[in-house]
C-alpha cells in the first residue's frame, strides 16, 4: 500500500546551518506530497506542498523539489533559525479520502 | 479568525467511562477528520467525513464513534475508553474531501485513560 518514510530524529541543528530532511515514498499513480510542521503545542499547519513531478514548493525559506525517479521530496533550509524548531511531518495524497503521514522528524536548533 | 477548535485540550479519564471530545471549523468547510498521534507512529486517520451525514473509517478506527449532524461540527466519541487510547488526539477540516487540499488541524486534545 501507499505509505511514507522519513529520516529519524530527533535532528539538532546549530542556528544557521543547513537542513535536509529525506523524505521518500510508495505510491500508485501520481500522488500530491506535503509538507506539514507542528511548533510545540500546536496544531500541524501546512508548510509546502507540489501536486506533480518536478514541481519545487517553498515556504518561510523552505523549499522541497518533487522527485519522481527517486520518489522523493526531501525538505531543505539554507540557514534554520531557533525558531525553526519543530516536527516535520511529510504526507501524501493519492485519491480517494485520505492523506498518508510520515512519523515525523522532531529539529531541535540551537542558538 | 478561521479555526478549528477542540474541546477539551486535556483529559485524564478512567477506563470504560465514556467520553466525548468535540471538534468545530468556522470555515464552511465538507471535509473533517480525525487523527491520533502516537511516537514512532505519526498521524494515524480514525475517521473521516466528506459531508454531513456522510462518514467512512480510516486506519484505526476501532474503539471509537463519530457523527456529522451538522457542517462545523464532528464530536469523536469514546464509548468505553481503554489505556491503548491514551494519545494526542487532532480534529482537521479542508475545504474540499479531495487530498490536494490544505488541512486546517486543531491544537489537538491530549487523552489519558488510566
Known amino acids: 500500500g501507499d505509505s511514507v518514510t522519513q529520516m529519524e530524529g530527533p535532528v539538532t541543528l546549530s542556528e544557521e546551518a543547513c537542513l535536509t530532511i529525506n523524505c521518500t515514498y510508495t505510491a500508485t499513480g501520481y500522488p500530491s506530497l506535503f509538507w506539514y510542521v507542528q511548533y510545540p503545542g500546536e496544531g500541524l499547519q501546512l508548510l509546502l506542498k507540489?501536486?506533480?513531478?518536478?514541481d519545487k514548493g517553498s515556504n518561510k525559506g523552505f523549499e522541497a523539489t518533487y522527485r519522481k525517479e527517486t520518489t522523493s521530496f526531501h525538505l531543505e533550509k539554507g540557514s534554520v533559525q531557533v525558531s525553526d524548531s519543530a516536527v516535520y511531518f511529510c504526507a501524501l495524497y493519492t485519491g480517494g479520502f485520505k492523506t498518508i503521514f510520515g512519523a515525523g522528524t522532531r529539529l531541535f536548533v540551537k542558538a | 479568525e478561521a479555526q478549528v477548535t477542540q474541546n477539551p485540550r486535556y483529559l485524564i479519564t478512567v477506563t470504560g467511562k465514556k467520553l466525548t471530545v468535540t471538534c468545530s471549523q468556522n470555515m464552511n468547510h465538507e471535509y473533517m477528520s480525525w487523527y491520533r498521534q502516537d511516537p514512532g507512529l505519526g498521524l494515524r486517520q480514525i475517521y473521516y467525513?466528506?459531508?454531513?451525514?456522510?462518514?467512512d473509517k480510516g486506519d484505526v478506527p476501532e474503539g471509537y464513534k463519530v457523527s456529522r449532524k451538522e457542517k462545523r461540527n464532528f464530536p469523536l466519541i469514546l464509548e468505553s475508553p481503554s489505556p491503548n487510547q491514551t494519545s494526542l488526539y487532532f480534529c482537521?477540516?479542508?475545504?474540499?474531501?479531495?487530498?490536494?487540499?490544505?488541512?486546517?488541524f486543531g491544537p489537538g486534545t491530549r487523552l489519558t485513560v488510566t
Open positions: 507540489a501536486t506533480k513531478a518536478d
Open positions: 467525513s466528506m459531508n454531513v451525514e456522510v462518514t
Open positions: 482537521a477540516s479542508s475545504l474540499s474531501p479531495a487530498g490536494n487540499y490544505e488541512q486546517y
